[in-house]
């Protein structure tokens, strides 16, 4: 098993110590983020649990954000240089609005930085948007479907 690289960082909006780790797919945490994934992904569309793996799962890299040790987010993301895929985002709906999403998002930019790419994009849910758009992201594109509700492409440049 890889070693999980760990850090600390203080949620602002609540107080919360939040901790934002990495795990590879053999990790005991990674059941935890399959059923987050399902819970907040997958169910509310209709989806059965399964659907959530992706293809280029294993080789991609997962973080997660733990609050007392219990998953509440994570986010994916597949390195293809110079730009990286970032995929399966998502916040327990009882910790959303408080800063997790966005943690977790800073965190995978300065670890694609960090991995010599410059850009990170992603196939967003419309409704949800303007989330990336908050993030620094801009929409490339006219929106499309996929799993049956419209996306749009939104993609960010970062720097080391
Ligand atoms: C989208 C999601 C990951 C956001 O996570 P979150 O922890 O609630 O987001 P944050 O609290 O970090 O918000 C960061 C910023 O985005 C804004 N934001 C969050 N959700 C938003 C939304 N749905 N629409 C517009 N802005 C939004 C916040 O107001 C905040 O802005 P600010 O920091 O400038 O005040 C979360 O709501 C979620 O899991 N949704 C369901 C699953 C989903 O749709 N995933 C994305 C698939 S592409």
Not at 82 to 89: G, I
Not at 111 to 119: H, I, N, R
Not at 141 to 153: A, L, N, S, T, Y
Request: with cysteine; charged share 25%; proline share 6%.
């Amino acid at each position: 098993m890889r070693l999980r690289r760990a850090s600390a960082v203080w949620n602002n909006h609540s107080g919360t110590m939040i901790q934002i780790i990495e795990i590879t797919s053999d990790d005991p945490l990674y059941e935890s983020e399959r059923l987050l994934r399902v819970k907040v992904l997958r169910e509310p569309l209709g989806m059965p649990g399964g659907t959530e793996f992706f293809p280029f799962e294993i080789e991609s890299r997962h973080l997660l954000a733990l609050l007392d040790d219990k998953v509440i987010g994570c986010v994916l993301f597949h390195p293809r240089p110079p730009t990286v895929k970032l995929f399966q985002m998502a916040v327990y709906p009882e910790f959303q609005g408080m800063g997790v999403g966005r943690l977790l998002v800073d965190h995978l930019e300065k670890e694609a930085a960090a991995a010599g790419l410059t850009s990170v994009f992603c196939h967003a849910r419309w409704e949800i948007h303007r989330f990336y758009t908050r993030l620094g992201y801009q929409p490339v594109g006219e929106p499309f479907e996929e799993i049956g509700i419209k996306h749009v492409k939104m993609e960010k440049r970062i720097e080391r």
